[in-house]
Structure formats: structure tokens, C-alpha cells
């Protein structure tokens, strides 16, 4: 079973910047496409930035040049860089695994707001 832990997430100010770390459990992490979610209040869970297991990497086009997806196959973990941060930005992040299957975390809360 894989368990999926995301952190760092809270509240910034308009152009600050934030960096998300998610924790993967078990064996099957060097081997899985990483990607990052994001679900604002009203809206539909959104592709954020996706990385393979090969290093491919893709990102939405609302967050192209500001946010960086990056992953460290030794430490079982990926991260989101975010810098530049909008109040459009806010929602709760999710950490995505894809193995086989897919397995999500319990989400973090990034709100951007002055």
C-alpha cells in the first residue's frame, strides 16, 4: 500500500512563493509518474505539473514559468517549487502518484492572500 504525505502548505501574500514536498511510502517511487493537483471551492481537481519517471515534466499553461515540479528518487519524495503566487492560485494541493494505479494524499491548503 502506498501512502502519499504532502506539507507546506499555508497562507502567503500575493508574489511569495511556497515549495510543497510530498513523502511517498513503499518501493514503487523511482518507477512512477509525480504529479501535482489543485481543487479551488467550486471547481474541478486540475492537473497542476506531472513528472515521470524518466524526468519528462508537463505544466498547466496558468503556471508555466512560475511553478517548478522537481522529484528526488532517493528521498521518496517530489516537490513543487511555487514562486510568483496569485490569489487564483489558492486551493488545496494533491500529491499523485501513478503506479499501476493511482493513489492520492489527504491534500494541503495553500491560500494566497494579502
Known amino acids: 500500500q502506498v501512502q502519499l504525505v504532502e506539507s507546506g502548505g499555508g497562507l502567503v501574500q500575493p508574489g511569495g512563493s511556497l515549495r510543497l514536498s510530498c513523502a511517498a511510502s513503499g518501493s514503487i517511487f523511482s518507477n512512477s509518474i509525480m504529479g501535482w493537483y489543485r481543487q479551488a471551492p467550486g471547481k474541478q481537481r486540475e492537473l497542476v505539473a506531472r513528472?515521470?519517471?524518466?524526468?519528462?515534466?508537463a505544466y498547466a499553461d496558468s503556471v508555466k514559468g512560475r511553478f517548478t515540479i522537481s522529484r528526488d528518487n532517493a528521498k521518496n519524495t517530489v516537490y513543487l517549487q511555487m514562486n510568483s503566487l496569485k490569489p487564483e492560485d489558492t486551493a488545496v494541493y494533491y500529491c499523485n502518484l501513478i503506479f499501476v494505479r493511482e493513489y492520492w494524499g489527504q491534500g494541503t491548503q495553500v491560500t494566497v492572500s494579502s
Open positions: 513528472i515521470s519517471s524518466g524526468g519528462r515534466i
